[in-house]
């Protein structure tokens, strides 16, 4: 019996849910012009909190690839023995901050710097051989970028270390560039998100209230604020959703096409401008504006309608 009567429960609710879909279903068409007003706030705000997001998460993962490239080169002392050598290494490993020590010859260092000039690499030619001035040197990481200059201080002071090198006033001054933008970049989208708000809030608001005679005769003829309550709900979470949906698709496409110009164009082998894979971004902006979207247009239609419940 009681199985009958949670199932008998369930199937009026869901009834009871089909019905309200229905009725939001009809309204979202009836207030055509406002529907409209209210999806294309929904889109337009979407849309440019969207693109600053994307070209935001793209900054934000270069800048990420700068850091990560940071290493520290340590040239070993010309007189040092393998053995040296060896408890260099041992002694630079011991360091806390220090993730990985890689031995560097001076035929492969003369070989990267060959490489790395181009053009101007036939004056480096003449020096392999024995004529390669050059020191052997470890390549040093750290876990994370912003430790490598006291890692490199530490360095300098072992035993049987020449010099050090990682481009210490380069390096001091990415640090700083990347923090400021990452804190300009955050400021902004927070900014700019609390403002698509109050925007879409408002837009939505305005729909509602254009049909406060039409929630009085509902609560004049004995709804229940529940009833009045769960059409508007489901019209505030379709025009949140489905705005959300055509600036992700907009987006999409607009970074896609970038994307593949730049597969194209041979741009991703360059370490500065690799962006983000195509379907890593989507997935993400998607979800997150669809979020952002359904909760506005939610939170949107049941503060308006609140007060025209007290009837």
């Given at each position: 019996?009681?199985?009958?009567m949670l199932?008998?429960s369930?199937?009026?609710k869901l009834r009871t849910v089909?019905?309200h879909a229905?009725?939001s ?7 055509g ?5 209210s999806?294309?706030a929904v889109?337009v705000a979407l849309?440019l909190?969207g693109?600053?997001l994307a070209?935001?998460?793209n900054?934000?993962?270069i ?5 990560n490239n940071?290493?520290?080169r340590?040239?070993?002392d010309n ?5 040296q050598?060896?408890?260099l ?9 220090v ?5 560097l010859?001076k035929q492969?260092?003369l ?7 181009g ?13 390669n001035?050059l ?5 040093v ?7 490598t200059?006291?890692?490199?201080n530490s360095?300098q ?5 020449d010099?050090?090198r990682?481009g ?6 990415l640090?700083?560039?990347i923090?400021?933008a990452r ?5 902004l ?5 609390f403002?698509?708000?109050?925007l ?8 509602i209230?254009?049909r406060?005679?039409?929630i009085?005769?509902?609560k004049?003829v004995g709804a229940?604020n529940s009833?009045?309550r ?9 025009l949140?959703?489905?705005g959300?949906?055509i600036?992700?698709a907009i987006?999409g496409?607009?970074y896609?096409?970038l994307y593949n110009?730049f ?5 991703q082998s360059?370490?500065f401008?690799k962006l983000?894979p ?8 998607t979800?997150?504006l669809?979020?952002?979207?359904a909760?506005?247009?939610v ?13």
């Amino acid at each position: 019996m009681f199985v009958t009567m949670l199932e008998g429960s369930t199937g009026m609710k869901l009834r009871t849910v089909g019905r309200h879909a229905k009725e939001s279903a009809k309204s979202l068409g009836r207030n055509g012009w406002m529907t409209f007003a209210s999806i294309s706030a929904v889109t337009v705000a979407l849309l440019l909190v969207g693109l600053f997001l994307a070209v935001m998460l793209n900054l934000n993962s270069i800048a990420s690839q700068v850091e990560n490239n940071v290493e520290v080169r340590v040239f070993i002392d010309n007189t040092a023995t393998k053995t040296q050598q060896q408890e260099l290494k041992a002694n630079i490993s011991k360091l806390k901050d220090v993730k990985s020590v890689t031995f560097l010859s001076k035929q492969n260092g003369l070989k990267q710097l060959i490489n790395d000039m181009g053009k101007d690499s036939e004056v480096f030619k003449s020096l392999e051989g024995a004529q390669n001035p050059l020191p052997d040197a470890y390549i040093v990481k750290t876990y994370q970028p912003k430790q490598t200059i006291a890692v490199a201080n530490s360095i300098q002071k072992i035993q049987y270390v020449d010099s050090v090198r990682y481009g210490k006033a380069y390096v001091e001054k990415l640090f700083k560039v990347i923090d400021f933008a990452r804190n300009v970049g955050l400021v902004l989208i927070i900014g700019l998100l609390f403002t698509s708000i109050f925007l879409i809030a408002n837009t939505i608001k305005l729909t509602i209230v254009s049909r406060q005679n039409e929630i009085e005769i509902m609560k004049l003829v004995g709804a229940t604020n529940s009833f009045v309550r769960w059409p508007f709900f489901l019209e505030g979470l379709t025009l949140g959703v489905v705005g959300a949906l055509i600036p992700s698709a907009i987006i999409g496409f607009g970074y896609r096409a970038l994307y593949n110009l730049f597969l194209d164009n041979n741009y991703q082998s360059y370490v500065f401008i690799k962006l983000i894979p195509f379907n890593t971004l989507s997935l993400e902006m998607t979800g997150f504006l669809v979020i952002i979207g359904a909760c506005i247009g939610v939170w949107g239609s049941t503060t308006s309608i609140r007060k025209f419940l007290k009837v």
